[in-house]
């Protein structure tokens, strides 16, 4: 009986840490924003952002499809995706980065920030960056949430000297993804 | 003479600043309203991704039919292999089997799944 016990415990425990392995969600979001005071609102929303994050190395993933970040003014949408971004060219907008030290088990409700070294691909051109994020965890769902620039130059997008005034020189980035185990 | 040079440029200064702002604000697509390029099965419209012949379906509106395998917030799997956006999901369960409308955004190589997004249930 106590082996059976014994055996039910290990054999649970496994089965629990084979679970908690890895995070994920499809419905991550990001928001950016260039928008430059008494212009034009220049903002857009992808809530549709796939990220898997490994709890048992910290290494973390996302993917956003440029097609579906969402404007408010069409026309922006439409330049955005035709001019800027060549989204057809390059459909999608990449980070891959990994926590050092990450442990799962001190999450909590409480907000802690840790840093976030990666690589962003965007446009097919990639750039080191240390994202500073806050990790949290809500009703068993590990939340990411993040803030950060990101120069248009860096990645070789060009903005026309007829709109320069009313973009941002730096674009504002907001990303929140709240995990689940699978 | 005169009076009619300033009806003229007036008159057309209104039109130029008319055409100008719908050009400048012309409304959202209404994915609802427009006709689906393709009507495909969750399966086949994978199947187009994976072999490099999705050219016709990018930013486009498709109509694609399978079987309901996840939900998370207001957003849908169907068979594994579509993921499906909406503004507000409405009530459903899985394993159901249900006709989908929506514009295809591309492929997502993380989770394999082909994603469309302004969604809504034909059926």
Redesign the interface.
């Known amino acids: 009986m106590r082996l059976l016990i014994i055996a039910s415990i290990v054999l649970f425990n496994t089965f629990g840490l084979t679970a908690q392995g890895k995070f994920s969600t499809k419905t991550g979001n990001i928001t950016f924003e260039a928008s430059v005071p008494s212009f034009e609102e220049v903002k857009a929303v992808n809530g549709d952002v796939g990220a898997i994050l490994n709890t048992d190395t910290g290494e973390f993933v996302a993917l956003a499809l440029i097609k579906g970040f969402r404007f408010k003014v069409a026309l922006m949408e439409e330049h955005f995706n035709e001019n800027y971004m060549e989204s057809t060219e390059h459909p999608k907008a990449v980070f891959k980065g990994k926590m050092d030290n990450f442990n799962p088990d001190v999450l909590t409700e409480k907000v802690i920030r840790v840093q976030l070294p990666g690589t962003i691909t965007i446009r097919g051109i990639s750039q080191s960056r240390v994202i500073p994020v806050g990790l949290s965890k809500v009703d068993g769902k590990i939340k990411i949430t993040g803030s950060f620039m990101l120069n248009p130059e860096d990645f070789d997008i060009k903005i026309p000297s007829i709109v320069r005034n009313k973009i941002a020189e730096s674009v504002d980035v907001f990303v929140e993804f709240n995990l689940r185990g699978e | 003479m005169k009076k009619r040079t300033v009806i003229v440029l007036v008159s057309l200064f209104v039109i130029t600043v008319i055409v100008g702002y719908s050009?400048?604000?012309?409304?959202?697509?209404d994915i609802s309203e427009e006709e689906a390029v393709e009507v495909l099965t969750a399966v086949r419209i994978s199947e187009r991704f994976t072999n490099g012949n999705s050219k016709l379906l990018?930013?486009n509106v498709v109509t694609v039919s399978g079987v309901v395998t996840e939900i998370?917030?207001?957003?849908l799997?169907l068979d594994q292999l579509v993921?499906c956006?909406f503004s507000e999901l409405p009530e459903l369960n899985l394993h159901e089997i249900i006709v989908v409308k929506g514009r295809c955004?591309?492929?997502?190589?993380?989770?394999e799944?082909v994603?469309l997004?302004q969604c809504l249930i034909l059926k």
């Open positions: 050009y400048l604000y012309k409304d959202h697509r990018l930013n998370e917030g207001n957003s799997v993921s956006s955004v591309g492929y997502d190589e993380l989770f799944l994603k997004d």
